[in-house]
């Protein structure tokens, strides 16, 4: 019913910056809320940003506090993860997820997923 199709990875030194983007087609709806995840080889998938429908409330991983910012702009069913400051602990592949209900912080609170796109920041 709902694509998602996330972009914007890339390779960067750290210290640089990168927005990923998730453009959301299909059925959409301004109702869902939206997150993204991480993972990185060998390790399990986390929790890095939310945002509610509206955009009035933003969550944020311990780990990205003050680095990333996560927005969206609902008349373009997009939403955006502005990444600063990346650290090489960053590398994984980031994937845009959409939830109705449920904890921001819980993947299986998510209903539709990205494809993921990979972010890989060298020392």
């Known amino acids: 019913q709902v694509q998602l199709r996330d972009s914007g990875g890339g390779l960067v030194q750290a210290g640089g910056s990168l927005r990923l983007s998730c453009a959301a087609s299909g059925r959409t709806s301004s109702s869902y809320a939206m997150g993204w995840f991480r993972q990185a080889p060998g390790k399990e998938r986390e929790f890095v940003a939310a945002?509610?429908?509206?955009?009035?409330?933003?969550y944020y991983a311990d780990s990205v506090k003050g680095r990333f910012t996560i927005s969206r702009d609902n008349p373009k069913n997009t939403v955006y993860l502005q990444m600063n400051s990346l650290k090489p602990e960053d590398t994984a592949d980031y994937y845009c997820?959409?939830?109705?209900?449920?904890?921001?912080?819980?993947?299986?609170?998510?209903?539709?997923w990205g494809q993921g796109t990979q972010v890989t920041v060298s020392s």
């Open positions: 945002i509610s429908w509206l955009g009035g409330n933003t």
């Open positions: 997820a959409a939830r109705k209900g449920g904890s921001h912080d819980n993947d299986r609170a998510y209903e539709y």
